[in-house]
């Protein structure tokens, strides 16, 4: 069949009035399609992602924030594999961890990652130990320390090497017939060679103490560098127990504080404030939460989690007692009032500061000759410039403080009031019982919350404020002249007291 009319083909580069085959023409537009990679329109294709071997050094060096994640992602691996014994060896060129698990079982199911195959174990066959890992992609986080990765594995069948590197997706793999031929035990040895950067053994060994302070025991220890890592504090036993569809909240809390320190199969995730108001922090474990990808957070926005806090937060409510605030933002304010006025009526009286004793005012009467005058002026001088060389020395020297007055600082709360005249003024739950300000040398003023009239100066409304200024200042003030001196006499003491009233009436 030919066609030549030249109205036929309207499309630019075709010559009007040419003969054309169509046979031809559709053998041509055949070879275009299939060079192009053209599918007929309307043709469903199937298509697949891939990646470049960059994706290794994107998932391992932006997704974890710090290079300890990598130490917690390889002690979980060996955990899951029922490792009673994981040994980190931090060299200067390389970091050794060697582990006495079960080894390397499936070559392909150890490098697939993302893949469900964890999450299908509930526990493990020998020590039936919960799964930490689901996804296997944590064991890209090594990436993080290193560019090269070598692994021997025996699993008392089969011994195996492989060698990673964080440019290439392809795994150089190698099986041993013999199992011992590749490692002596069974278990696992992954060396990390090429560091990107250098690791701390001490640092190292706080965070996995941290981080595995509720599984680490008699069946699963870690040591760094030859010692062995232990738990921060020894953990008490549980004291709650909280049920929801999902599973069960267990942990340890206590009446003090506020943060909770959440567990998610035993590892450590996060701390948080779960209720603000209520005095309620410890820790608590769970295993339903979904962690995000670099095990830092929990994904929030589903049943699980918005559960989890709801039963936490009505358990904490009904059973922990509401934050107060001891000190009241007034009464603070109030004294740093007291301080300021104090620190004026010290300096226009010039009073002695800082454990220096109040100078008696008795002496001789009448006319001083002149000659005398200059010696007595000398010697004054001389006197007080030994005065500032023992002031500077007690100031140096351990002061050493009552059993009482060492328990009164160990309960103080809040920031110091300072003072132009160098005594602080500090708040403690030092007892009812106690004096409202307790003396602490060497310039400690420290005001007893708990004293029945200190309760009164801060929530009692009947009292003016200068009536509360004037006690609070009478009662600084007897601090104060037990701290200038050992033993002031009555006369100057009262006197003293006397005189710094006054001077604060006059303000």
């Given at each position: 069949m030919m066609i030549s009319s030249p109205n036929f083909w309207p499309k630019k580069g075709i010559k009007h009035g040419k003969s054309f085959s169509l046979t031809a023409i559709y053998v041509r537009k055949a070879i275009l399609e299939r060079r192009r990679g053209r599918r007929k329109v309307g043709e469903i294709v199937k298509k697949k992602y891939w990646f470049s071997p960059k994706i290794l050094v994107e998932l391992s060096e932006n997704l974890y924030t710090n290079y300890l994640h990598a130490f917690r992602e390889l002690c979980a691996n060996a955990y899951d594999a029922d490792a009673s014994r994981v040994d980190i060896t931090i060299l200067p060129h390389q970091i050794d961890f060697e582990d006495d698990g079960s080894g390397i079982e499936d070559v392909d199911k150890f490098l697939e990652k993302g893949s469900i195959h964890k999450q299908l174990m509930e526990l493990t066959p020998?020590?039936?130990?919960?799964?930490?890992?689901?996804?296997?992609?944590?064991?890209?986080?090594?990436?993080?320390?290193c560019r090269r990765v070598d692994v021997l594995s025996n699993n008392g069948k089969l011994g195996m090497f492989l060698s990673f590197t964080d440019d290439s997706l392809d795994v150089d793999y190698m099986p041993y017939v013999n199992p011992t031929d590749a490692l002596p035990h069974v278990g696992t040895k992954i060396t990390l060679r090429n560091l990107k950067r250098s690791a701390d053994p001490d640092e190292v060994r706080t965070y996995l103490a941290k981080t595995f302070q509720l599984l680490l025991s008699k069946e699963f220890r870690i040591f760094v560098n030859g010692q062995e890592v232990k738990p921060p504090a020894k953990l008490l036993p549980p004291n709650v127990?909280?049920?929801?569809?999902?599973?069960?909240?267990?942990?340890?809390?206590?009446?003090?504080?506020?943060?909770?320190?959440?567990?998610?199969?035993?590892?450590?995730?996060?701390?948080?404030?779960?209720?603000?108001?209520?005095?309620?922090?410890?820790?608590?474990?769970?295993?339903?939460?979904?962690?995000?990808?670099?095990?830092?957070?929990?994904?929030?926005?589903?049943?699980?989690?918005?559960?989890?806090?709801?039963?936490?937060?009505?358990?904490?409510?009904?059973?922990?007692?509401?934050?107060?605030?001891?000190?009241?933002?007034?009464?603070?304010?109030?004294?740093?009032?007291?301080?300021?006025?104090?620190?004026?009526?010290?300096?226009?009286?010039?009073?002695?500061?800082?454990?220096?004793?109040?100078?008696?005012?008795?002496?001789?009467?009448?006319?001083?000759?002149?000659?005398?005058?200059?010696?007595?002026?000398?010697?004054?001088?001389?006197?007080?410039?030994?005065?500032?060389?023992?002031?500077?020395?007690?100031?140096?020297?351990?002061?050493?403080?009552?059993?009482?007055?060492?328990?009164?600082?160990?309960?103080?709360?809040?920031?110091?009031?300072?003072?132009?005249?160098?005594?602080?003024?500090?708040?403690?739950?030092?007892?009812?019982k106690e004096r409202p300000v307790v003396p602490v040398p060497p310039n400690v003023a420290v005001v007893n919350i708990e004293n029945p009239i200190i309760e009164i100066l801060q929530e009692g409304k009947k009292y003016k404020l200068m009536e509360k200024e004037l006690l609070l200042s009478r009662l600084i003030m007897e601090a104060y002249t037990d701290l200038v001196g050992k033993n002031p006499s009555k006369k100057e003491f009262l006197k003293m007291l006397d005189s710094l009233t006054l001077e604060y009436l006059r303000e």
């Open positions: 020998k020590f039936k130990r919960k799964i930490i890992g689901t996804k296997g992609l944590g064991d890209l986080a090594k990436y993080k320390l127990e909280i049920d929801t569809t999902y599973g069960k909240i267990v942990g340890r809390l206590e009446k003090k504080g506020g943060l909770i320190n959440i567990f998610l199969r035993g590892v450590f995730v996060k701390g948080e404030i779960i209720e603000a108001n209520r005095l309620a922090s410890g820790y608590v474990n769970v295993d339903f939460l979904i962690p995000t990808t670099d095990r830092e957070d929990f994904v929030r926005d589903n049943e699980q989690w918005r559960e989890f806090i709801s039963k936490l937060r009505a358990h904490i409510i009904a059973n922990y007692p509401p934050r107060r605030e001891l000190v009241s933002k007034a009464f603070r304010k109030l004294l740093n009032k007291v301080a300021k006025n104090l620190t004026r009526a010290v300096a226009r009286l010039k009073l002695p500061i800082e454990g220096q004793m109040p100078s008696s005012e008795s002496g001789e009467t009448g006319e001083i000759p002149e000659k005398t005058l200059r010696k007595k002026r000398k010697e004054k001088a001389e006197d007080k410039l030994k005065k500032l060389v023992h002031i500077e020395k007690e100031k140096k020297a351990k002061v050493r403080l009552t059993r009482f007055q060492a328990k009164v600082m160990k309960k103080v709360i809040g920031r110091s009031i300072k003072t132009g005249f160098g005594l602080k003024i500090r708040m403690a739950k030092a007892g009812e």
